[in-house]
């Protein structure tokens, strides 16, 4: 039963790299896991839920590297931010991240499955590497700033941020981030 | 003409701030502003729009009052997230708002007309308020910071945000807005 939701996620997240969310159908992830579609649905409820659960430990294994980069040349909130100005240039999986945003703000489902990351998945694999106090705030503040960024330049398309350089947004935006994770925290927020 | 299209938004605002988006109908509408539901729709295209356009003055009218008060014992970012959480805080105003980021992720043309409000009407009504350099940069970034956090409070509804107090989210991003909007400019971004 595991191998069977693993092989369907493993042929998912080849066919949505491969052809984007739209282009993808059940019965081609299905063919592709060699299961029946129905197994498909039934693990999965709704696409926008199939390709969550495929490009989801992208996401977690993107901010671990982040996060355990020991070299820290660059402070952390300038790695974060181009590390997902990295996941979301990339043609093949803007599309997809863009219907999961869209799916996010309008589907109670998805809009759960994005919480669950930000409030657990990610607190808990990259909290260790820093400091352990208040890390689901620091997280979801940082997920607030990374949000509004991304819908700004990918989904709305705010012309000052959607033109903007990668260096540019990285020099702007990384320190709010930097401040979210490292600041020490006071009494009723950060200093 | 413009007087039609005044008298259907002053009808509309007064009925949305009433009922919400979503209790609302063109019928009503078009009855409040004694015009034929035929023209409410020629004006205005969809609810989303109308609410938008209704809405859109109180907006900016908010910022104005923000970044018109002189009184300064408090700095410009936490005054502007405490205006925002005033605005969204109201239960009449909340569910119309949540329809219009709805809207605005998944509807190009509610799309354009966020753009336009951050990239043409509050940096015209605000901007001479502020440092004059890179006045819509500013403003853009602000956007993308206050869009993330409603979005994680109001809609998506991450834990951390959502149960935070009010003085807790002024204290934890105020300081991300004032920087946004009075750091100076460099090069690359803001020092």
Chains 1, 2 share one sequence.
């Not at 982040?66 to 952390?76: C, D, E, H, L, M």
């Not at 590390?83 to 991240?97: H, K």
Request: net charge neutral; no cysteine; glycine share 6%.
């Amino acid at each position: 039963m595991g191998d069977t939701r693993a092989r369907i996620l493993a042929a998912a997240r080849a066919q949505f790299a491969h052809k984007g969310l739209e282009q993808t159908t059940w019965r081609e992830i299905a063919r592709a896991a060699e299961v029946d579609p129905a197994l498909v649905l039934h693990y999965f409820e709704s696409k926008e839920t199939l390709f969550f659960e495929a490009i989801r430990e992208i996401i977690i294994h993107q901010m671990e590297t982040v996060f355990s980069n020991t070299r820290g040349t660059q402070p952390i909130g300038d790695q974060l931010v181009s590390a997902i100005l990295d996941l979301w240039d990339s043609p093949d999986r803007r599309e997809a991240l863009v219907a999961l945003v869209r799916a996010g703000v309008s589907n109670d489902r998805v809009a759960g499955l994005i919480r669950g990351l930000f409030e657990s998945d990610i607190p808990s694999r990259v909290g260790a590497r820093l400091v352990a106090d208040r890390i689901e705030q620091r997280v979801a503040l940082v997920a607030t700033q990374i949000i509004g960024l991304v819908l700004a330049r990918y989904v709305v398309g705010l012309p000052s941020i959607a033109t903007a350089s990668r260096e540019t947004l990285v020099s702007l935006v990384g320190p709010t981030i930097t401040r979210y994770l490292t600041a020490a925290a006071t009494a009723r927020g950060f200093s």
